[in-house]
């Protein structure tokens, strides 16, 4: 197949191979270095508010060890989200949704928000984003996935009109046909879950794949050659640059 510039860069929780990933730094450098996508993942604090960071736990990327859905907001918009990473990012904070949705509005980038309810279930949360979501007239440019299916399911329910991805890594049988069951739109699988063969399969099924966490330019060039719909990367400059070369 041959590789074009439509398959979307993905930015894997913003350019985290070069800033403190969900972050808004890494989701302007993203950008800035070639994404066409921001991948980024959803917690809830205790007071409800929807914050941008992949652990339950504050613990890794905040110092705070303590859950996100047992803290309150304005605690966790207190703590520094960037100097693990590096001491230059030490004012960068958890962000909330609304910031990036905020950010990309006027753009036509994609939006992959990944629901962190699988240790957790935030009873409610897919109501509560996908009404952020519609807040912003960004439903046509978001796409939701979620390790729990469950949740995916009810998000077709509630929102028919947004995309979702069904996360997985191994293993799972005819993904295209137990995509349609979920009526999702995308496969968001393990790198190494993916072949040519079944990428082609999807594709003639009307599903899409989305390959994580793809950093190296030669997988790149071959998942982009296998036809992918788009890849989820740390580097966006890679991506961008294998697009650029092979595909314009």
């Not at 809830?44 to 652990?55: A, F």
């Not at 949740?151 to 947004?162: D, Y």
């Not at 599903?207 to 740390?234: C, F, K, Q, R």
Request: with cysteine; aromatic share 8%; glycine share 6%.
């Amino acid at each position: 197949m041959t590789i074009t510039t439509q398959l979307i860069n993905f930015a894997h929780r913003g350019a985290s191979a070069y800033c403190p990933e969900n972050t808004m730094a890494a989701f302007i450098k993203g950008l800035a270095l070639g994404a066409t996508g921001i991948e980024t993942d959803v917690q809830r604090t205790r007071d409800g508010r929807l914050v941008l960071i992949h652990d339950e736990s504050l613990a890794r990327t905040a110092g705070l060890n303590q859950f996100v859905k047992d803290t309150d907001y304005d605690d966790v918009a207190r703590l520094d989200a960037g100097s693990w990473f590096n001491p230059d990012f030490a004012e960068e904070q958890v962000p909330l949704l609304e910031q990036l949705l905020e950010l990309v509005k006027d753009t036509d980038i994609i939006v992959n928000l990944e629901l962190k309810n699988g240790v957790f279930l935030y009873e409610g949360m897919e109501q509560q984003v996908i009404d952020t979501v519609r807040t912003y007239g960004l439903t046509d440019r978001v796409i939701i996935s979620s390790f729990n299916h469950y949740s995916l399911a009810l998000c077709k329910q509630l929102a028919p009109e947004i995309r979702t991805g069904i996360l997985y890594v191994e293993g799972l049988y005819e993904p295209w046909a137990y995509a349609k069951t979920l009526q999702a739109s995308a496969l968001h699988a393990s790198k190494h879950a993916v072949l040519p063969e079944w990428v082609e399969e999807a594709a003639v099924n009307g599903i899409a794949y989305h390959p994580w966490t793809v950093n190296e330019t030669a997988e790149m060039v071959s998942l982009a050659e296998a036809g992918v719909a788009g890849i989820i990367t740390d580097y966006p400059d890679r991506l961008a640059l294998v697009l650029q070369s092979r595909g314009a």
